[in-house]
């Protein structure tokens, strides 16, 4: 096998791509009273009480068939009973701009699906052009 040859010139520019992302965030569970945001793009997120929470979004897809991805961590947190292995996540409420998330702990041994306060993830796609 010979030597490696001489790079050619650069192509032309391929089209641009679309992109489904509309928002994105890490949200703590725990700034009681602030933007629940650790880092986030387009959105904000407010606490309205244990274990819920407002997403709003500040680049609108412009109606509310937009796809929501939400995934919780697996640690627990201790500090709202939120330290139990069966975690739950939902949303509801889903609008243009805005969505709520509920965080909840299954089957503790005493209470079926209570609220509580833990760390999570979400993203916002909308496919539509």
């Known amino acids: 096998m010979g030597a490696t040859g001489a790079q050619g010139p650069t192509g032309p520019t391929g089209p641009t791509g679309t992109n489904f992302i509309n928002a994105m965030g890490k949200v703590s569970g725990t700034n009681i009273g602030a933007d629940e945001c650790i880092n986030c793009l387009n959105a904000t997120a407010q606490r309205n009480g244990e274990g819920i929470y407002q997403i709003n979004l500040s680049n609108s897809p412009g109606d509310a068939n937009y796809i929501i991805n939400l995934t919780v961590s697996s640690q627990g947190q201790n500090d709202s009973g939120c330290d139990r292995d069966d975690v739950n996540i939902?949303?509801?409420?889903?609008?243009?701009?805005?969505?709520?998330?509920?965080?909840?702990?299954?089957?503790d041994g005493t209470t079926i699906d209570e609220e509580c306060d833990r760390e999570f993830m979400f993203t916002v796609f909308d496919p539509t052009p």
């Open 90 to 107: 939902t949303y509801y409420g889903q609008a243009a701009n805005q969505f709520f998330v509920r965080v909840i702990t299954g089957d």
